[in-house]
């Protein structure tokens, strides 16, 4: 029964030993392409103590990031803008331009971003009337 019982754990360890033939997957690749694509331009300004700053780079596949900031809002706060333009893979182009400030947020700019439908019907006299009143309060 010794016996069994030895050979009954060679067996389990033999089993569980590694395959030393195992290989760690591939990390995965947009559409499995892997190559490298070459940076062409790279322009940066550091920010300086204003916070102004600058960046615009392009690369070989047709990516390009322009964007540039100035500490011009309230208590010094950097306004940005800057635009993005690249082509899908399907070959439809996008482009993207942003102002990000103190007066309005981030607002972007895209033919690319949805549009809300119009409203449905017209607010009622009564609605509007409220809502004036309630701003009234205020």
Do not use: C, W
Not at 32 to 48: M, Q, T, Y
Not at 127 to 132: G, H, R, T
Request: zero cysteines; aromatic letters at 10%; a negative charge.
């Amino acid at each position: 029964i010794i016996f069994q019982v030895f050979f009954a754990a060679l067996v389990a360890v033999a089993a569980a030993r590694p395959d030393s033939r195992y290989a760690a997957p591939e990390p995965q690749t947009y559409r499995g392409r892997s190559e490298e694509i070459a940076i062409l331009r790279d322009d940066r300004v550091h920010p300086s103590a204003a916070g102004e700053y600058s960046l615009d780079f392009e690369t070989a596949n047709g990516i390009q990031v322009s964007e540039s900031g100035y500490g011009s809002g309230p208590d010094g706060a950097v306004e940005t803008q800057g635009s993005v333009r690249f082509t899908h893979p399907d070959g439809e182009s996008f482009e993207l331009t942003y102002v990000a400030d103190a007066a309005g947020g981030y607002q972007p700019e895209s033919s690319a971003l949805p549009v809300a439908p119009e409203f449905p019907h017209e607010i009622p006299q009564f609605v509007l009337d409220q809502i004036a009143k309630a701003a009234e309060e205020d």
